[in-house]
Every structure is written in structure tokens, then in C-alpha cells.
């Protein structure tokens, strides 16, 4: 079992930033890809980020250039920094890890709010 704790959501005004981190406790040796979801209100959870064990990374297309995620394996956390922030990044933000057997867990959810 692997367990996640997120951190670091609130309310920002458009244009600034935020920082996630997602820490992993657990069997947390058994984590292969970690990453970042989020779901606003009516709309389905869709994919942020997601980054490899060996740090190869993908972006949703309506982050890129704005959001960097980045993982600290020796401290099992992955961060999500993010910039440029636009009322339509609001959203509950889930951490999400995949270990080598492809089973997911999930984070209680991180709620981040961007004020117009």
C-alpha cells in the first residue's frame, strides 16, 4: 500500500504561482511514475503532469510552459510547480501513483483556487 498526502493548494490571483508537493509513505519503493490530476467543478479529472521514476516527464497541453513538476526520489515527493496561473486552472488537484504492478493510488486532494 502506498499512501499520499498533498500540500500546498489555496487561492492565488491570476498570474501567480503555487507549489504543490505530494508526499509518498508506504511502500513507497514500489512507485514507478508519480503525477498530478485535477478535476473542476462539472468536469471530468483530466491529466496535469506525470513524471517517471527516471525523471522523464509529460504535460497536458494547457499547462506546458507554465507548470514544472519535478520529483525528490530520496524524499519520495513529487512537487508541482505552478505559474502564469489562470481562473481556468482552478480545480481540486490530486497526487497519483502508479507502481510497477499498474496499480494507481491517489492523494486526498488539494483544493487550488485562481481568483480573476
Known amino acids: 500500500q502506498v499512501r499520499l498526502v498533498e500540500s500546498g493548494g489555496g487561492l492565488v490571483q491570476a498570474g501567480g504561482s503555487l507549489r504543490l508537493s505530494c508526499a509518498a509513505s508506504?511502500?513507497?519503493?514500489?512507485?514507478?511514475?508519480m503525477g498530478w490530476y485535477r478535476q473542476a467543478p462539472g468536469k471530468q479529472r483530466e491529466l496535469v503532469a506525470i513524471?517517471?521514476?527516471?525523471?522523464?516527464?509529460n504535460y497536458a497541453g494547457s499547462v506546458k510552459g507554465r507548470f514544472t513538476i519535478s520529483r525528490d526520489n530520496a524524499k519520495n515527493t513529487v512537487y508541482l510547480q505552478m505559474n502564469s496561473l489562470k481562473p481556468e486552472d482552478t480545480a481540486v488537484y490530486y497526487c497519483?501513483?502508479?507502481?510497477?504492478?499498474?496499480?494507481?493510488?491517489w492523494g486526498q486532494g488539494t483544493q487550488v483556487t485562481v481568483s480573476s
Open positions: 513524471i517517471s521514476n527516471g525523471g522523464s516527464t
Open positions: 508506504g511502500n513507497s519503493l514500489s512507485i514507478n511514475v
Open positions: 497519483n501513483a502508479v507502481n510497477y504492478a499498474l496499480a494507481h493510488y
